[in-house]
Structures are given as structure tokens and as C-alpha cells.
């Protein structure tokens, strides 16, 4: 039997912070006690928060395929960003891995499921520090994209679902204004080549879309995986979300989805480096408007690790009505539960000791120490 005591930490709860200790058993939390103390290892007014839980990061794919063409090693970049994430307080992250490709990019047949597989062989091999768990981003207007699903169809690590639609004039791109911007200008295309693009990203959509939404939902009901929406802009969204037994709205685009999505039970999720920012790098919603409604449950690190961490300090300090607890809850307690976690996200007794001591006098909190299942990882 292994124990450990972290004492003297101003610990947070779901509903409160409490200045005390906290005892680890065998890799669980066995005890929280109030009042200061003498023994094990002195927090100094630290904070111990629960370890992160991240549902939605693109980050994998920046150390895979650091420059247009470019592929790096498999283990080499899953490690990379691994340490990275753990650094950053997170210790279940869900990697999201891109089903479907066009003339756009993405991955090819299979690429995606030998990134899997390097990921779990990683993690026999005992390489990685965080839990990893897999997040499927499926491009439904996409013609292959249920080709690239079937890689998955017996993998017990998939345990989320986005359904997605980038085409023009929806969802992300309600505006050709936008679409144009981020697809015309950034990557330099001509009037011609551009006019081509949209015509058969639209001729895709209206071809494919519903079928694939369809047929994946389904799937995911069969399997028990949890199914996420991804930029929802209207009520007719919200509503064929719920059909599919949506649980996690991704990034919705309007006041009207969000509160339509969080008042039919699910979990409203929004980047933190859209907090962090104070505004959506695609020119949507802020993520910080929809906290001041109480419209936001989920924060994810999308494309920067730290921002999870950072996001829920920058909630607290500037938000009105939302606690340390509360912010915090969004990037542990709440993405835990709403893919069905119950072990974590959480500082209780009996839960997993995924912990992480921060400290944070002012500006951006720093990780002191990240523990997974009590075994100290950073």
C-alpha cells in the first residue's frame, strides 16, 4: 500500500475551496481534511486542482504535420505533444483524429488508424504520461468519411464523435464573407480556382451531409459512444442534434444555438483561447458573452495546451457569477461527466488522484507538479 499526503493546499472542490489536505491511497483520493498540517508534502498555499479533462485539441496534428507535406515521426510527435498536455495540467485528453479528406487535405485511408495504433502502443510501452483517449472528427460532406470510420469500428478508445460540416454558407461559414477570408485569402487562391472549390464543396454537402450525420449517429448509439455537434448556428440544428442523441455541442455559432443546445441538457463547449482572446479567431461568438449568460459548460484547449488552465483563471477573475470552482468544473468535473468519466474531474473520495498543483499569484497560473492516478508524471 502507497500513500501520499499533499497538505497545507487551498484545494478545490466543485462548489467551494477549502485550505487543507488531501490523502492519496494506492492511486486514489482517500481522504480530504480542513486545517493545516505538518505532514507530507507542503503545498504553501498552492492550489490542488483535479487533473484537467480535454475533449476537443487539434494540437496532435501540429507535431505529426508540423509544414504542408511534411509527416514526422509517429511516436516522436505523439510524445511531443503528450508533454506538452501533462505540463499544462491535463491528464485525460481526448486526441482528435480526422475522418474524411478532400481536396483540402487531410489524412489518407489508414493514416489515421496507424496514429492510433503508435498511440497505443505508446502507451504500453509506458511513453506517455497523460491518458489518452480518442476523439473521432468526422467530416460528414466528406466522400469517404465513413470509409475512414470503419478503421475504428472495434476500438474501445473511441469514446467520442464530432459530426461536422465546413462546407460554405453554414454552421463555421455562415457568411461567404468569412469563407472566403479563411479559405480564398489565406491560402491564396485565385478567383477561379476559389469559384471551383466552393462549387464542389457545396455539390459534397448537399450529396453526402445527411446520410453520413445519419449513419454515423447511428453507429455511435450502437457503440455507447458519445456524440458531439460541431458549430451549430440555428434551432433546426439544435433540434437534429438532438435526434442524434448529440450530448456535447462543439463551438456553437449563435446566441440562439447555444441556448437552445444548453437548455436540451447538453454540454455547451467553447475554445479557451477564444477566453484567453476575448473573441473567436473564425469572427463567431465570444466565448466569453455566453458565460455571461451561463450559456458555457466545457472549455477546450483546441489548438493551445496551456489556454484550458489559463481560460478558467481568466473566467473567475472576470466573469460575475462565476467562481474558481465553477470555471474550474468546465475543464474537469463537467467534460468528465458528460462523456460519461465518473472516475475523475473531481477531487473526492475514492476518485482517480489525477491532481495538479498550480500556483497563480496573479497573471498566468503556473503547474507545479501533475500527478496521474497518484503517480507523479510532470
Not at 475551496?17 to 508534502?41: F, N, Y
Not at 465513413?146 to 464523435?161: N, Q, T
Request: proline share 3%; charged share 25%.
Amino acid at each position: 500500500m502507497s500513500e501520499q499526503i499533499f497538505s497545507n493546499a487551498r484545494i478545490v472542490l466543485e462548489d467551494r475551496i477549502v485550505d487543507g489536505s488531501v490523502l492519496v491511497r494506492d492511486g486514489k483520493i482517500a481522504a480530504i481534511d480542513e486545517g493545516t498540517s505538518s505532514s507530507g508534502e507542503d503545498f504553501g498555499g498552492d492550489y490542488l486542482i483535479p487533473g484537467l479533462v480535454e475533449l476537443h485539441t487539434d494540437h496532435l496534428e501540429s507535431h505529426y504535420s508540423p509544414r504542408p507535406g511534411v509527416r514526422w515521426h509517429m511516436t516522436s510527435a505523439i510524445q511531443a505533444h503528450d508533454a506538452q498536455i501533462v505540463t499544462s495540467g491535463i491528464t485525460t485528453v481526448f486526441d482528435c483524429l480526422r475522418m474524411g479528406s478532400d481536396e483540402d487535405g487531410g489524412f489518407d485511408k489508414g493514416e489515421m488508424r496507424d496514429m492510433a495504433d503508435a498511440i497505443q502502443a505508446a502507451e504500453r510501452d509506458d511513453r506517455l504520461r497523460a491518458e489518452h483517449l480518442i476523439h473521432l472528427r468526422c467530416e460528414v460532406a466528406s466522400d469517404n468519411v465513413i470509409e475512414h470510420f470503419a478503421d475504428f469500428e472495434k476500438d474501445p478508445h473511441v469514446r467520442l464523435v464530432s459530426l461536422m460540416d465546413h462546407s460554405p454558407g453554414q454552421r463555421q461559414f455562415q457568411t461567404m464573407e468569412q469563407y472566403t477570408l479563411y479559405y480564398k485569402t489565406k491560402r491564396g487562391l485565385t478567383d477561379e480556382q476559389f469559384a471551383r472549390f466552393v462549387e464542389s464543396r457545396l455539390s459534397l454537402s448537399e450529396r453526402y451531409s445527411t446520410v453520413h450525420r445519419n449513419a454515423l449517429a447511428k453507429a455511435c448509439a450502437e457503440r455507447g459512444i458519445t456524440v458531439a455537434s460541431h458549430d451549430d448556428a440555428t434551432l433546426a440544428h439544435v433540434e437534429e442534434a438532438r435526434g442524434h442523441g448529440v450530448k456535447l455541442a462543439e463551438f456553437p455559432t449563435s446566441f440562439e444555438a447555444a441556448e437552445a443546445s444548453h437548455k436540451s441538457g447538453m454540454s455547451v463547449l467553447m475554445g479557451a483561447p477564444n477566453v484567453v482572446r476575448g473573441k473567436s479567431h473564425s469572427g463567431n461568438i465570444a466565448a466569453r458573452d455566453l458565460a455571461k449568460r451561463g450559456l458555457l459548460d466545457v472549455l477546450s484547449s483546441d489548438y493551445v495546451p496551456l489556454s484550458l488552465l489559463h481560460a478558467s483563471f481568466v473566467l473567475a477573475d472576470e466573469i460575475d457569477g462565476i467562481s474558481l470552482p465553477q470555471a474550474i468544473a468546465m475543464v474537469t468535473a463537467t467534460p468528465a461527466r458528460t462523456v460519461s468519466l465518473s472516475d475523475r474531474g473531481r477531487i473526492e473520495s475514492g476518485l482517480r488522484a489525477d491532481l495538479v498543483r498550480v500556483r497563480r499569484d496573479h497573471g498566468v497560473p503556473v503547474v507545479r507538479a501533475v500527478w496521474r492516478e497518484g503517480r507523479r508524471v510532470a
